[in-house]
C-alpha cells in the first residue's frame, strides 16, 4: 500500500534524522583528536589509524551486511545499528587509552556502515525524488554540526570528552523511539544468509554510470578524509594557533558549504552537479595548496569554502545520477558498493600520506595529498566532456 504524503513526510524526518545523527556522531570525535593526543602521548601516525580503523569498520560492514536490509527490512537493521552505535559511544566515554579509542571506533564504524546502507534504501523507499536529496544532505549537516558542537563543547563546558557522547546517547534513545513507530516499506525476504556473503553489487543498468562519475566521487570522499583527518593539526601549524576550535570550524566550513550548495542547486540536472563539482573542487584544491604554502588563514577558509561546493555539488551529482537507476531490491546492494569505494577513498589516501608525515612534515605531506586530489578532479573534468550516452554505449 502506497503510504500517505504525511506518512512520507514522517519517514522521511525519522530516517533523515537518524542519517544526520550517526555522521553528526562519526565526525564528533575529531575535534578530540588533539586532547587524547596530549593525554595520552600518541603520534600523528596512530592518530591517522583511529581515523582509518572507522572506516575500515564501515567498509567491512558494508561488504557483509550491506544488503541485510534488503532481506531483514530497514527498521530492523537500523535499529540494530543503534544499538552498537550506543555501545561505541558508552567505550569512548570511559576510553582511558589508544586501545580503547580503536576499539570504540572501530564499533562505530561497523555500526555507521550498517546504518548508511538500510537508512539509504529506506529514504529511496519513501520518495524517490527527495530521497537522494536527503541522502547527500543529512550526511554533510551531520558531519558539520558534528564537529563544530563538540569544537564547542571542548572549548567551553566542562568535561569535554563525557558530555559529547552523554547528549549522542541521549539522541540516539529518542530516534530509536520514533523508529520503532515507522513500518517497513520492504517485505521481509529469503537469503539472509546468502546476503551475508562479501559482494559488490552493481546492476548492470547501473555499471556505466559509476565508472563515469567514480573520479569525481573518490575526489569528493578523500577530500573529507582528508580534513577529518589532517585539517585539523594542519590548521594549527599553519597558523600557529593553538585552538581546537579552529580544526573544528574547517570541518564545519567544508560540510556546511557542501550542504548549503547541496540545497541551493537541488533543482539543478544532474549532469550540471558533476560539471560544478568537478570545476570547484580543481579550484578549491588549488587555493588550499597556495594558503598551506603561504600560511594564510584567510585563503585556507576560502579554500574550504570552495572546496565544499565541489564537495556537495559533486556527492549530490553523483548520488542523483546512479541511485535511481537500482530496482528496489537492489538499492542497498547498490548503496552498499558504492559507499565502498567511496570509503576507501576517504581513509586509504589519509594512511599512506600518515606514514610520510615523519619524512615529509605535515605540511608536505599535506600538499601530496592536495595534489593528487587535485588529480582526481582534473581527471572527472576530462570524463565528464563526453555525453552520458558516449560513455554507457
Not at 502506497?2 to 506518512?7: D, H, N, Q, R
Not at 575535534?31 to 593525554?39: F, I
Not at 556505466?208 to 566521487?217: D, H, I, K, Q, S
Not at 579552529?246 to 547541496?262: E, F, I, Q, Y
Amino acid at each position: 500500500m502506497k503510504p500517505s504524503p504525511f506518512g512520507t513526510q514522517a519517514r522521511l524526518g525519522v530516517f533523515g534524522a537518524l542519517l544526520f545523527t550517526f555522521m553528526a556522531a562519526s565526525s564528533a570525535p575529531t575535534p578530540l583528536y588533539a586532547s587524547y593526543q596530549q593525554a595520552w602521548g600518541f603520534s600523528t601516525f596512530w592518530l591517522t589509524w583511529v581515523f582509518a580503523i572507522y572506516a575500515f569498520g564501515l567498509l567491512a560492514a558494508l561488504l557483509v551486511g550491506g544488503r541485510l536490509s534488503d532481506h531483514l527490512g530497514r527498521r530492523s537493521v537500523v535499529l540494530g545499528a543503534v544499538l552498537m552505535e550506543s555501545g561505541s559511544l558508552l567505550l569512548f566515554h570511559q576510553a582511558h587509552g589508544l586501545n580503547d579509542l580503536i576499539a570504540a571506533r572501530a564499533v562505530q564504524g561497523v555500526a555507521t556502515g550498517l546504518a548508511t546502507s538500510a537508512l539509504g534504501a529506506a529514504l529511496l523507499d519513501s520518495d524517490q525524488q527527495r530521497g537522494p536529496w536527503l541522502n547527500s544532505l543529512a550526511p554533510l549537516l551531520g558531519m558539520a554540526a558534528g564537529a563544530a558542537g563538540c569544537g564547542l563543547l571542548v572549548t567551553y563546558a566542562p568535561l569535554p570528552l563525557q558530555l559529547t557522547y552523554q547528549v549522542f546517547l541521549g539522541l540516539f534513545l529518542v530516534l530509536a523511539l520514533c523508529l520503532l513507530g515507522v513500518p517497513d516499506l520492504l517485505p521481509r525476504q529469503s537469503g539472509t544468509l546468502a546476503a551475508l556473503r562479501p559482494r559488490l553489487s552493481v546492476p548492470p543498468q547501473a555499471r556505466a554510470m559509476l565508472w563515469r562519475v567514480l573520479p569525481l566521487e573518490l575526489a569528493v570522499w578523500a577530500t573529507g578524509g582528508f580534513y577529518l583527518s589532517l585539517m585539523p593539526a594542519l590548521a594549527k601549524a599553519v597558523t600557529g594557533t593553538t585552538s581546537v576550535l579552529l580544526g573544528a570550524v574547517a570541518v564545519a566550513g567544508l560540510t556546511l558549504s557542501g550542504a548549503a550548495c547541496l540545497h541551493r542547486l537541488r533543482h539543478w540536472p544532474a549532469e550540471r552537479l558533476l560539471r560544478l563539482g568537478s570545476l570547484a573542487l580543481t579550484t578549491g584544491q588549488i587555493l588550499l595548496g597556495l594558503a598551506v604554502l603561504g600560511g594564510q588563514l584567510t585563503l585556507l577558509m576560502v579554500g574550504t569554502v570552495v572546496t565544499g561546493i565541489g564537495f556537495g555539488s559533486g556527492f549530490l551529482g553523483a548520488t542523483r545520477s546512479l541511485l535511481p537507476l537500482a530496482e528496489p531490491g537492489q538499492r542497498a546492494g547498490l548503496l552498499a558498493a558504492f559507499y565502498v569505494l567511496s570509503y576507501l577513498a576517504f581513509c586509504v589516501p589519509a594512511l599512506l600520506v600518515s606514514v610520510l608525515v615523519p619524512r615529509l612534515g605535515l605540511v608536505g605531506a599535506a600538499q601530496l595529498y592536495l595534489a593528487g586530489v587535485l588529480g582526481l578532479a582534473l581527471l572527472s573534468g576530462w570524463k565528464l566532456r563526453a555525453p552520458p550516452c558516449a560513455q554507457a554505449c
